[in-house]
């Protein structure tokens, strides 16, 4: 599913701009995801790209979950079909959040002849091997100081706890986080999530966003990266009462081969840019963490790139 949307009349500057959008779960429908678009009720993505004279263009994908790979291959179609239909732009912006925010850094890596800059908000683009390790250490610490609130493992969830996560699982979540303040800080520790200094409904909501991507993202990755991709095997957790007897008994897992193949082959960036990159990011992001940023501009650096990169956050 496509959309294009101009300027009016005579009021187009001759440049497009493409979004990519963020994660949608696996089993939501083929569609834009409107949410993503708006910035308000009244005010739309899409609105101020044609009010500053620019061209806007979205895709669904051609699936949800997962989506970088098919991603990247469906804005590429999205260009080709904008330019027989409206004549080749002089120039060729994408713009991504989140998942979207990895797919523009891979595109304008990977296809710096067709886009002719980039803006990469809140996108694991410094290590997608870290980020994954990251939800799954989430939720392995997450059971291993609240045990029993969610079946399954970080690696395998089981089909009845992805059915009934808004109406079962996530308020039994919610419950256990706010019952027990000393077992949520060592989580929130251990699990080095950031937390709201002052708002414990916001870090609550940070902790249920980030086991939702495990809840919603593990099987579905696991299948189409060929293998299971989370690798705790070597990792060292601090920050517990008692860090000794946390590393002793967490349980431990190995990744697939074939998944970390698949991972470095075609999911990492390698900081060859060819086209300027903008990159954003909250430094409070629990989902995202900001630790990407400072990752992927040493990859630029290392690549002879850093005059292609401007960080904000």
Same mark, same amino acid.
């Given at each position: 599913?496509?959309? $294009?949307?101009?300027?009016?009349?005579?009021?187009?500057?001759?440049?497009?701009?493409?979004?990519?959008?963020?994660?949608?779960?696996?089993?939501?429908?083929?569609?834009?995801?409107?949410?993503?678009?708006?910035?308000?009720?009244?005010?739309?993505?899409?609105? $101020?790209?044609?009010?500053l004279?620019?061209?806007?263009?979205?895709?669904?994908?051609?699936?949800?979950?997962?989506?970088?790979?098919?991603g990247?291959?469906? #804005?590429?179609?999205?260009?080709? #079909?904008?330019?027989?239909?409206?004549?080749?732009?002089?120039?060729?912006? #994408?713009?991504?959040?989140?998942?979207?925010?990895?797919?523009?850094?891979?595109?304008?890596?990977?296809?710096?002849?067709?886009?002719?800059?980039?803006?990469s908000?809140?996108?694991?683009?410094?290590?997608?091997q870290?980020?994954?390790?990251?939800?799954?250490?989430?939720?392995?610490?997450?059971?291993?100081?609240?045990?029993?609130?969610?079946?399954?493992?970080?690696?395998?969830?089981?089909?009845?706890?992805?059915?009934?996560?808004?109406?079962?699982?996530?308020?039994?979540?919610?419950?256990?986080?706010?019952?027990?303040?000393?077992?949520?800080?060592?989580?929130?520790?251990t699990?080095? $999530?950031?937390?709201?200094?002052?708002?414990?409904?916001?870090?609550?909501?940070?902790?249920?966003?980030?086991?939702?991507y495990?809840?919603?993202?593990?099987?579905?990755?696991?299948?189409?990266?060929?293998?299971?991709?989370?690798?705790?095997?070597?990792?060292?957790?601090?920050?517990?009462?008692?860090?000794?007897?946390?590393?002793?008994?967490?349980?431990?897992?190995?990744?697939?081969?074939?998944?970390?193949?698949?991972?470095?082959?075609?999911?990492?960036?390698?900081?060859?840019?060819?086209?300027?990159?903008?990159?954003?990011?909250?430094?409070?992001?629990a989902?995202?963490?900001?630790?990407?940023?400072?990752?992927?501009?040493?990859? $630029?650096?290392?690549?002879?790139?850093?005059?292609? #990169?401007?960080?904000?956050?």
């Open positions: 599913v496509y959309r $294009i949307c101009m300027p009016g009349t005579g009021q187009w500057n001759g440049d497009l701009v493409v979004y990519a959008h963020g994660y949608v779960g696996y089993n939501e429908p083929i569609a834009i995801p409107e949410d993503q678009l708006r910035i308000t009720d009244d005010v739309s993505i899409p609105q $101020i790209a044609n009010g004279g620019f061209a806007f263009a979205t895709t669904s994908y051609r699936t949800n979950g997962l989506a970088v790979l098919p990247i291959e469906d #804005l590429l179609d999205l260009v080709d #079909l904008f330019s027989r239909r409206y004549g080749a732009p002089t120039r060729v912006y #994408l713009v991504g959040a989140s998942e979207g925010g990895i797919i523009t850094a891979l595109a304008v890596e990977r296809h710096g002849a067709v886009f002719d800059g980039g803006l908000t809140c996108g694991p683009v410094g290590n997608f870290s980020q994954i390790n990251y939800w799954g250490d989430a939720r392995l610490l997450f059971d291993y100081f609240f045990p029993g609130v969610i079946p399954g493992s970080p690696v395998a969830i089981p089909q009845a706890v992805i059915d009934q996560w808004d109406d079962v699982y996530s308020p039994r979540v919610e419950e256990a986080l706010r019952g027990n303040p000393s077992l949520r800080d060592q989580f929130l520790r699990a080095r $999530i950031p937390a709201h200094p002052t708002d414990l409904d916001k870090t609550i909501e940070a902790v249920l966003d980030l086991l939702w495990n809840v919603f993202a593990t099987n579905d990755g696991v299948a189409k990266l060929g293998g299971q991709p989370y690798d705790n095997t070597q990792r060292l957790y601090r920050g517990s009462d008692d860090d000794a007897r946390l590393n002793r008994t967490v349980p431990r897992f190995a990744a697939d081969v074939a998944a970390l193949r698949t991972i470095d082959s075609y999911y990492q960036t390698t900081g060859a840019l060819s086209s300027p990159l903008v990159t954003l990011h909250t430094a409070s992001d989902i995202v963490p900001y630790w990407h940023e400072p990752i992927y501009a040493s990859k $630029i650096a290392a690549a002879g790139a850093g005059d292609q #990169l401007l960080r904000r956050e």
